[in-house]
């Protein structure tokens, strides 16, 4: 990038660094791994910079982009490493994302998200945290409608069952 679009690309990431962190870790339930997919991500925009400055909405082609890092990241063989046995404590006194009342419960809904499957806890990420819409979030998944709304009911029950349903039901009238 020669013709002053560098700058237009430094400066929109500045700009959207944060969200995409919130969301990386939202998906990723660690800053660690959500810091790698932002940067994987921002490292293919770099390069993808000219296209995706004709999007009709860059913020969702980033978004796109960040959801199909963090799915596939999954095929990767370095995504298999642990450094650890067990994942280390989280810091006490939140995370910034999840900081305020109800530190515990959020830990204990994270935990239960990390156990789902990557595609559904995408799609239960961007339909619940996010509120996207069922086709939104196919377009950012590209895949059909039918696929959102079965892998949100898959992830859900999956929830329900690790959370149990009484637990399920408290956290899920927690957010209205």
């Known amino acids: 990038m020669r013709d002053g679009s560098e700058q237009e690309y430094v400066d929109y990431v500045t700009a959207r660094i944060p969200a995409l962190r919130r969301l990386a870790f939202l998906l990723a339930g660690d800053e660690h ?4 997919v932002v940067q994987q991500t921002i490292t293919r925009l770099y390069v993808k910079w000219r ?3 004709a ?3 860059l913020d969702r082609y980033v978004r796109t982009m960040l959801v199909r890092t963090y799915v596939d990241e999954r095929r990767l063989g370095w995504a298999r490493v642990r450094l650890f046995r067990d994942t280390p404590e989280p810091a006490s006194g939140g995370d910034g994302v999840f900081a305020g009342d109800g530190v515990e419960d959020r830990q204990v809904v994270r935990a239960a998200l990390r156990q789902v499957p ?3 806890q995408a799609v239960l990420v ?3 945290f ?3 819409s069922v086709e939104e979030v196919a ?3 590209g895949c059909s409608t039918g696929t959102v709304k079965s892998q949100t009911a898959r992830g859900l029950a999956t929830l329900r069952r690790l959370l149990g349903e009484r ?3 408290r956290y899920a009238t927690a957010k209205d």
Do not use: K, M, S, V
């Open 33 to 36: 791994r959500a810091d790698d």
């Open 51 to 53: 296209h995706a400055q």
């Open 55 to 57: 999007a009709d909405n």
């Open 118 to 120: 990557r595609r559904q």
């Open 126 to 128: 961007l339909r619940f």
């Open 130 to 132: 996010y509120d996207l």
């Open 139 to 141: 377009g950012t998944l």
């Open 167 to 169: 637990e399920f039901a």
